[in-house]
């Protein structure tokens, strides 16, 4: 029993050296290969149009968070952001947002589910209210990438890990 507390306490001290959201860089100064050895490899990269280089770091499904580092055209940091909030989400517009735009904001989704019946596919991003609420929230969109539908839900899988 003790070795495995002793095991447990190891890995909180060895894991203490990785920051989840970027804490500890500098806006300005920190370089993208400085957050990358800070937050560990990103999911993805994207260029935006405003030539900026955009790297996204999920913590799904349980940290329920995505943060975005953006850089400049040198690699230097210009912010981090978590992308998975209230904010963010009212951004895209059924019938007028793309799958791509959607990607572009909130980043790689945690699960993608696919209706051939209805011949949809949707994205799912779990996240966290303020209140703490445990939420999901989808994005279904047609075959020419045009989100159909957006919207949070209850987390069935949360409500069933904690009934």
Same mark, same amino acid.
């Not at 993805?44 to 349980?62: A, E, I």
């Given at each position: 029993?003790?070795?495995?507390?002793?095991?447990?306490?190891?890995?909180?001290?060895?894991?203490?050296?990785?920051?989840? =959201?970027?804490?500890?860089?500098?806006?300005?100064?920190?370089?993208?290969?400085? +957050?990358?050895?800070?937050?560990?490899?990103?999911? =993805?990269?994207?260029?935006?149009?405003?030539?900026?280089? !955009?790297? !996204?770091?999920?913590?799904?499904? !349980?940290? $329920?968070?995505?943060?975005?580092?953006?850089?400049?055209?040198?690699?230097?940091?210009?912010?981090?952001?978590?992308?998975?909030?209230?904010?963010? /989400?009212?951004?895209?517009?059924?019938?007028?947002?793309? +799958?791509?735009?959607?990607? /572009?904001?909130?980043?790689?989704?945690?699960?993608?589910?696919? /209706?051939?019946?209805?011949?949809?596919?949707?994205?799912?991003?779990?996240?966290?209210? $303020?209140?703490? +609420?445990?939420?999901?929230?989808?994005?279904? !969109?047609?075959?020419?990438?045009?989100? $159909?539908?957006?919207?949070?839900? =209850?987390?069935?899988? /949360?409500?069933?890990?904690?009934?």
């Amino acid at each position: 029993m003790i070795q495995r507390h002793l095991a447990i306490a190891c890995l909180f001290v060895l894991t203490g050296c990785a920051s989840y =959201d970027g804490r500890g860089l500098a806006v300005g100064q920190s370089t993208e290969s400085q +957050v990358e050895s800070l937050m560990g490899p990103s999911a =993805d990269t994207r260029r935006g149009r405003d030539g900026d280089t !955009y790297r !996204y770091y999920p913590r799904l499904p !349980y940290g $329920r968070a995505t943060y975005v580092a953006r850089f400049d055209g040198n690699g230097k940091l210009k912010a981090i952001e978590q992308r998975l909030q209230e904010e963010t /989400f009212s951004a895209i517009k059924p019938g007028i947002t793309t +799958v791509d735009e959607v990607r /572009f904001l909130l980043g790689p989704p945690s699960r993608v589910v696919k /209706f051939p019946r209805m011949g949809r596919e949707s994205l799912e991003y779990p996240w966290r209210a $303020r209140n703490g +609420v445990e939420l999901l929230f989808v994005v279904q !969109y047609s075959p020419d990438g045009i989100v $159909r539908e957006a919207q949070s839900i =209850d987390d069935p899988e /949360f409500q069933l890990r904690y009934e």
